[in-house]
């Protein structure tokens, strides 16, 4: 995300050999630098991605929505055909009761 120029600020430090600066506080500034640049960085970044939609996001997000879109026909017509079983088990063991034989019986 860095480009080149502000790339430096992370292998060099600017405040080293500063004469009114002691190695600690050279030190210090120069880990303030780098916060600094990440910082920018970041919004730099985070700016790119509220501007607009994540491209490769939206793919895979269709990709997605079009494999849940066949699971739950799936799922449907799965649902479809045990609803259309029912009837047709509860038909066939009432053909096998007692009630509608006309056989005689000991």
Do not use: C
Request: no cysteine; glycine share 6%; aromatic share 6%.
């Amino acid at each position: 995300m860095a480009s080149p120029a502000t790339a430096e600020i992370y292998e060099l430090n600017p405040y080293d050999g500063h004469p009114g600066l002691t190695q600690l506080e050279a030190d210090v500034l120069w880990e303030y630098a780098k916060l600094n640049q990440n910082i920018r960085d970041l919004i730099v970044r985070t700016r790119q991605l509220s501007e607009g939609p994540d491209q490769d996001l939206l793919e895979r997000l269709r990709v997605l929505e079009r494999k849940m879109g066949m699971v739950m026909t799936l799922f449907k017509v799965s649902a479809w055909g045990v609803i259309n079983e029912q009837p047709a088990a509860d038909e066939a063991s009432d053909s096998f009761t007692s009630e509608g034989d006309t056989t005689a019986q000991p």
